[in-house]
């Protein structure tokens, strides 16, 4: 498993939407200029993020998906739900085409003809299971909460 920059940005763009959370919509640049990412690289991200938002109120008919976007004067980007609600995993999985630690893991159910026979398909599930759980646990509210070590001295 190896995960991307626009992963890795995307977890940076929402700890950021939520730290600077005061209930207006906040703009790309401003969000670019704090993370220094470039805002071209964070429309396709941002994009990725509202897509999974509208795609949710369209499946669901609840607002249940990760930021809404809003066009023109005032516009910007916010999170569309609390902090505590969104987990690590999901901003991944949407921002990552897969978190499988092996290609066979990539579909389910498991397609590989080897599969029945293979002795170590059971490590690289086990894997996926126990990276998948971790990253469920770990919501964006953890990030924004995290202590940051470097005020802290060990004598």
Do not use: H
């Not at 704090?34 to 994009?47: D, V």
């Not at 990725?48 to 998906?65: N, P, R």
């Not at 599969?115 to 126990?130: D, F, G, I, L």
Request: with cysteine; glycine share 6%.
């Amino acid at each position: 498993m190896w995960i991307s920059t626009r992963g890795r940005y995307a977890l940076r763009v929402m700890v950021d939407l939520a730290e600077n959370n005061n209930g207006e919509y906040i703009p790309l640049k401003d969000i670019a200029k704090r993370q220094e990412i470039s805002e071209k690289y964070l429309e396709t991200i941002i994009r990725l993020l509202v897509k999974a938002y509208l795609e949710s109120i369209m499946v669901t008919m609840s607002k249940a998906g990760i930021i809404k976007g809003l066009r023109g004067k005032g516009g910007g980007y916010k999170l569309a739900l609390a902090p505590m609600d969104i987990t690590v995993g999901r901003i991944l999985k949407v921002t990552e085409k897969s978190l499988a630690p092996v290609s066979c893991l990539e579909m389910q159910p498991n397609l590989c003809k080897r599969s029945p026979a293979c002795k170590t398909v059971r490590v690289w599930q086990e894997m996926y299971r126990v990276v998948d759980e971790y990253i469920e646990s770990v919501t964006i509210a953890d990030l924004v909460d995290e202590i940051d070590s470097s005020d802290f001295y060990v004598i």
